[in-house]
Every structure is written in structure tokens, then in C-alpha cells.
């Protein structure tokens, strides 16, 4: 297999999204990156994020981006979560990206780094790791009104994002 092989296999499950670190880990040298990237195989994204030149685009694909542009152990966040599901109306404009680690790289203006809770449990959603639903909930109450915090509580409960103990943590802490 060549490089570009052990590549697309990775990339496919990553919204066709691939970085230097994960390539490193398949054993991928970063020189081979920059070669694929001028033979018109990726496209470069910038930070060390490369995209399959070919791929089919989906509603997640920012968020995707987003998170691999911030860099190892960086998750979705908040608002963002909720808007990657659907669960309520939320700010298109900013896609907030939590981090254990200080980011020193330029990012686009619609990412907003926040600084991640030492014990915060994630999940993937949509491929993209997130922070789980009840947190992100949680995490709006001073950003998000608190009827689209229940409408979000109550759609996430009905389609399964939250359990009915998380479900009675949201009821108690949102009043409803």
C-alpha cells in the first residue's frame, strides 16, 4: 500500500481530514503530506491539516475542521455541540473548540478556543469528538436562552443524546 492509501483509510472516517500527527502515527513522514498536497491529492488547510482532494462535503465538515485546525485533545464545545446535532437554534458564527493545552497557532475568526475542565467526559457525534450533550447544555446557561436550553434538553432526551438520569440533571438545573 502507499502512503496515500494508509491516508484516504484514516482520512474517510475523519471527514476526509488528516494531520501531520495522525499521519505521523501511521507511519506517514510529513514530507509525504506536502508532496500529495502539490501533486493535487490533499488540499492543505493550514497547521499542519490536510484535506482529501476528493471528498463528499457534509454539515459537520466545519466543526471537523475546526477541532483538527486546534490541535491534539481539542473537542466541540458548548453551542457548538448543540448546533452539530440540531438540538436548537444557536450563533452560526462561532464554532467554540475546548482544549486542555494553550494554542499559540492563528485560527480562523469563527473558532473560539475555551479552556477544558481537567474531567470532562467526551463522545463523538457526527465523527467530530464533542463534549457530551448534557455538559454542552449545561455549559450555555449564560449564552443561550433558557427555553432553547429546554427545547435542545428536551429534543436530545427524545432523540437519545441524554439518559433520563442526565435528563433529570437538566430538568432540576434548568427549572423546567
Known amino acids: 500500500m502507499s502512503y496515500y492509501d494508509d491516508i484516504y483509510e484514516a482520512a474517510v472516517d475523519a471527514h476526509y481530514l488528516i494531520t501531520t500527527t495522525e499521519a505521523a502515527e501511521l507511519g506517514v513522514p510529513g514530507i509525504e503530506l506536502v508532496k500529495l498536497a502539490r501533486r493535487g491529492r490533499l488540499e492543505a488547510l493550514g497547521n499542519g491539516v490536510y484535506r482529501l482532494a476528493r471528498y463528499v462535503p457534509s454539515e459537520a465538515d466545519s466543526y471537523a475542521l475546526a477541532v483538527a485546525r486546534v490541535g491534539v485533545g481539542a473537542y466541540l464545545w458548548?453551542?457548538?455541540v448543540i448546533?452539530?446535532?440540531g438540538?436548537?437554534?444557536t450563533n452560526p458564527d462561532r464554532i467554540f473548540?475546548?482544549?486542555p493545552r494553550r494554542v499559540r497557532r492563528r485560527l480562523p475568526k469563527?473558532?473560539?478556543i475555551v479552556r477544558a475542565p481537567d474531567s470532562e467526559r467526551l463522545t463523538?457525534?457526527?465523527g467530530v469528538l464533542c463534549q457530551r450533550v448534557c455538559r454542552a447544555?449545561?455549559?450555555c446557561r449564560d449564552s443561550v436562552m433558557?427555553?432553547?436550553l429546554r427545547q435542545a434538553a428536551r429534543r436530545a432526551r427524545a432523540e437519545g443524546y441524554v439518559t433520563a438520569v442526565e435528563e433529570d440533571e437538566l430538568k432540576d438545573e434548568l427549572g423546567w
Open 78 to 80: 458548548g453551542e457548538s
Open 83 to 85: 448546533a452539530l446535532l
Open 87 to 89: 438540538l436548537a437554534p
Open 97 to 99: 473548540v475546548a482544549t
Open 110 to 112: 469563527e473558532v473560539v
Open 124 to 126: 463523538t457525534y457526527e
Open 137 to 139: 447544555i449545561l455549559a
Open 146 to 148: 433558557t427555553e432553547r
